[in-house]
T-cell receptor, first 107, second 116 residues
Framework: AQRVTQPEKLLSVFKGAPVELKCNYSYSGSPELFWYVQYSRQRLQLLLRHISRESIKGFTADLNKGETSFHLKKPFAQEEDSAMYYCALRSWGKLQFGSGTQVVVTP | DSGVTQTPKHLITATGQRVTLRCSPRSGDLSVYWYQQSLDQGLQFLIQYYNGEERAKGNILERFSAQQFPDLHSELNLSSLELGDSALYFC???????????????FGEGSRLTVL
C-alpha cells in the first residue's frame, strides 16, 4: 500500500540555520512526489514537485529512490518559512499526504 | 475570487445530525477532491470526482457521501454525526489529473465542523 511518512511533527530552527524536513514513501510504481505548504491563515498550496527539479523560495527536494525519500531542504531558514509542510504522493490520480511537519523559525 | 470556495466556513451541530458541505471548484477545473483534516490524522483523502463521476475513493465512511453536479460544484454529506467527525474538511480542485501538470491541487479554505 502507498504510504507517506513524515517522522517529525515539529521542527524548530533558528533563522539562518539549515532546515531539512524528512519524507519517506512506500510505493510500488514510479512515484510522483510533491511538497505542499500552509502558511498561517493561508490555503494549502503547492511548494514544489519532484519532476520539475526546481528551487522554490530557496527550498529544494531530491527524490532518492534507493532510500525512498523526498526530503525538503533549505540552507538558510527565514522567519517567513514558518509554516506547516506536507509531503504528498500522487497515485492513481489522487494525492496522498503525509501527516505534516510544523516548522517554526525563531530569530 | 475565482479560487476554490467552500461553504460554510464554520458549522456547529449535534451528534446524530446530518450536514452538507459545499465546494465550488476553480473556473475550468473538472476534478474535485475532498479531504478531512483532524488533529491526530493529518490530511486524509476522502473522495475524488472528475466531471461528475466518482474517480477515486479513500478513507470515506459509509455515513459520508459526496457528489459532483453538472455545474461541477460538489457536496459532501455527513450523516449520523459523531464527536470524532469534528474536523476541518477541505475541498480541492484540479484541471485534469491525467495532464502532465497534474498533482497541483488548488485548495479551499476549508469548512470547520464541530460536533457537540
Amino acid at each position: 500500500a502507498q504510504r507517506v511518512t513524515q517522522p517529525e511533527k515539529l521542527l524548530s530552527v533558528f533563522k539562518g540555520a539549515p532546515v531539512e524536513l524528512k519524507c519517506n514513501y512506500s510505493y510500488s510504481g514510479s512515484p510522483e512526489l510533491f511538497w505542499y505548504v500552509q502558511y498561517s491563515r493561508q490555503r494549502l498550496q503547492l511548494l514544489l514537485r519532484h519532476i520539475s527539479r526546481e528551487s522554490i523560495k530557496g527550498f529544494t527536494a531530491d527524490l532518492n529512490k534507493g532510500e525512498t525519500s523526498f526530503h525538503l531542504k533549505k540552507p538558510f531558514a527565514q522567519e517567513e518559512d514558518s509554516a506547516m509542510y506536507y509531503c504528498a504522493l500522487r497515485s492513481w490520480g489522487k494525492l496522498q499526504f503525509g501527516s505534516g511537519t510544523q516548522v517554526v523559525v525563531t530569530p | 475570487d475565482s479560487g476554490v470556495t467552500q461553504t460554510p466556513k464554520h458549522l456547529i451541530t449535534a451528534t446524530g445530525q446530518r450536514v452538507t458541505l459545499r465546494c465550488s471548484p476553480r473556473s475550468g477545473d473538472l476534478s474535485v477532491y475532498w479531504y478531512q483534516q483532524s488533529l491526530d490524522q493529518g490530511l486524509q483523502f476522502l473522495i475524488q470526482y472528475y466531471n461528475g463521476e466518482e474517480r477515486a475513493k479513500g478513507n470515506i465512511l459509509e455515513r459520508f457521501s459526496a457528489q459532483q453536479f453538472p455545474d461541477l460544484h460538489s457536496e459532501l454529506n455527513l450523516s449520523s454525526l459523531e464527536l470524532g467527525d469534528s474536523a476541518l474538511y477541505f475541498c480541492a480542485s484540479s484541471v485534469d489529473p491525467r495532464e502532465a501538470i497534474a498533482g497541483e491541487l488548488f485548495f479551499g479554505e476549508g469548512s470547520r465542523l464541530t460536533v457537540l
